[in-house]
């Protein structure tokens, strides 16, 4: 009886029924209470990691992540990013930094990808924060699970979270299939139940976002002992450990519902119509659409200047010329009144007064907490459909990379002096006859000495900006340089692309997705055209506006605070 009032209690937790038939509709408050009481349990074990050089004190190797799962230190990973006796940094959430070797690690002959186990070991004596390791054979289909690991493309200090479920208990290879979106740097990181409790370590991918594969974390209870010893393993050591009981194991269950949470969102969903429209508009001589958000300026000082017109925000970079919005359709006219190149923003006024939109007041100047990860968001399309996410992380800075103005030149410090080692062809630096060899002196009268002058100077610059280059350039003469200006007109960045399933999602990355003060993380499926549309909580809450999506993992929210900035100069 104990045991079943345990799962009824359970059960009311995280769907608000306490009914199994009811388990397709869940609810989100309830749940997401129930997520972020994981979340705070099982963060602080959860460590981002690459290969070091203890000697030459060097990185040697790509980022990765882990879990610690003893007071000792002991750390469980992926065996594709694990040498037995190499050895590790460990970075956990706190800052605090540590070396870890390589124990044993499982990967079978003929097929190394499987199983994917590894363990390793802090080699300092002290006591570490690590998560409770739970059971996979307990595992319920569709039951909520939690990653919380390091995707390498953000490149941050701290994990990002995501949300799914278990698709799969146990997939022909081996593997559990689950929905929390992972890619390259979440390797070895860990996969929590929503109790908290470790049930999987993520391995590998597939090109569709849903398809997601966890080594079980059984086979770490069965093979502990064996895993302690520094060795490579070509088939399941001999020695075997019990894997145990899981004692909460008839608790446990699966909310069908989060196949299409859209069902449990709707009455919240429907709150939100009209905060969105579709904007077209001509970019580079074709039609682009983006998603914008309608601004509602009622009683405020701006309603004045605005008159009979509403106001609308969206993603600056894929609004062009002569925009116009679709409402019940029709073409409305929109007028561009500001930009913000800094953070890719864009206001528009409409040519008539449009109903609904988000109040000039919801815009703050609020800001993300560690406590809010979990918290479940609501991005509405113009479309009438929504998508549904987590917050994954608190506001950070994105600095330029695919971003920025494109030289096409190797720049080394040689001799005291910043040098030009090569000319990519046809890139800005060739077509303004920059040569291997030249010494850059300045940019735009600000004169270059050390390295970081340059990347100080340089970095403000976007594609399509023009630049003066003070460059010196031995002549034929000794002793004597010839002192030139060359303008330069900086280009896109050439994309790289890699043929990894990572790369390949549908819609693809955002062409802008960083450059930018402050966004922070979630783990909405969106495509580029996809974003410019508002953020809301379940509670109807504005977070911001979708502004990029940057990768498989993860789309960008800029802030309500930047786009309030952003209005407020324009009035």
Not at 90 to 111: C, K, Q, T, W, Y
Not at 366 to 380: A, K
Request: proline share 5%; net charge neutral; hydrophobic share 40%.
């Amino acid at each position: 009886m104990t045991k079943f009032l345990i799962c009824i209690a359970t059960l009311f937790l995280i769907t608000g029924t306490g009914s199994n038939a009811y388990a397709q509709k869940f609810n989100p408050d309830r749940l997401t209470i129930t997520m972020q009481k994981a979340i705070q349990k099982a963060s602080a074990a959860s460590v981002r990691m690459w290969g070091y050089d203890i000697e030459k004190q060097i990185r040697t190797g790509g980022q990765f992540s882990g879990v610690v799962v003893s007071a000792s230190g002991h750390i469980l990973t992926a065996a594709h990013v694990n040498k037995p006796g190499a050895t590790y940094k460990v970075m956990f959430p706190d800052g605090s930094e540590h070396i870890a070797r390589g124990l044993g690690e499982i990967e079978l002959e003929g097929n190394t990808s499987v199983p994917d186990v590894a363990m390793m070991k802090i080699i300092e004596q002290g006591t570490w924060p690590y998560a409770e390791m739970g059971w996979s054979s307990s595992l319920k289909k569709h039951e909520p699970c939690i990653s919380i690991a390091y995707p390498e493309s953000l490149n941050q200090s701290l994990p990002m979270v995501r949300f799914g479920y278990v698709a799969e208990v146990l997939n022909k290879h081996g593997f559990i299939t689950s929905t929390c979106i992972m890619e390259p740097g979440d390797s070895g990181g860990p996969l929590f139940d929503y109790h908290g409790r470790l049930i999987g370590l993520h391995s590998a991918i597939d090109v569709g976002e849903q398809d997601n594969f966890e080594v079980p974390v059984d086979l770490y209870r069965k093979y502990w002992t064996a895993l302690n010893k520094t060795e490579t393993y070509k088939a399941f050591p001999a020695l075997e450990d019990e894997i145990g009981i899981d004692p909460i194991a008839a608790e446990l269950t699966g909310l069908p519902g989060l196949e299409t949470p859209e069902i449990s969102f709707g009455k919240n969903a429907a709150k939100l119509q009209g905060t969105v429209c579709l904007l077209k508009s001509l970019l580079d001589g074709k039609l682009q659409t983006i998603q914008a958000t309608l601004i509602q300026a009622d009683g405020s000082p701006l309603n004045n200047k605005l008159k009979n017109r509403s106001l609308l925000v969206s993603k600056s970079s894929l609004v062009g010329q002569n925009p116009v919005i679709e409402l019940d359709g029709k073409e409305v006219a929109a007028t561009v009144i500001a930009r913000d190149r800094n953070n890719d923003l864009v206001l528009l006024s409409t040519a008539v007064k449009l109903k609904g939109g988000i109040k000039l007041s919801a815009l703050n100047s609020d800001t993300l907490t560690l406590n809010q990860l979990g918290e479940f968001l609501i991005s509405p399309q113009s479309n009438n459909t929504y998508k549904i996410s987590v917050i994954g992380s608190a506001a950070f800075e994105l600095p330029k990379m695919s971003s920025a103005g494109y030289l096409g030149a190797g720049i080394g410090f040689n001799e005291g002096k910043l040098t030009i080692t090569g000319i990519n062809p046809g890139s800005p630096a060739s077509k303004a006859d920059l040569q291997p060899g030249d010494h850059i002196a300045g940019i735009d009268k600000i004169n270059i000495i050390q390295p970081f002058d340059f990347i100080s100077a340089y970095q403000k610059y976007w594609p399509g900006d023009k630049i003066a280059l003070k460059i010196t350039r031995k002549n034929s003469e000794p002793l004597k340089d010839t002192i030139l200006i060359r303008e330069v007109t900086l280009g896109t960045m050439p994309q790289i692309s890699f043929n990894h399933p990572a790369e390949n999602f549908a819609g693809g990355k955002s062409f802008r997705r960083d450059g930018f003060s402050k966004v922070f993380s979630h783990d909405a499926i969106l495509r580029p055209e996809q974003c410019g549309g508002p953020v809301f909580d379940a509670k109807g809450h504005f977070y911001g506006i979708n502004i990029a999506r940057y990768s498989r993992v993860s789309g960008l929210v800029m802030p309500t605070a930047l786009i309030l900035q952003l209005v407020k100069a324009y009035n």
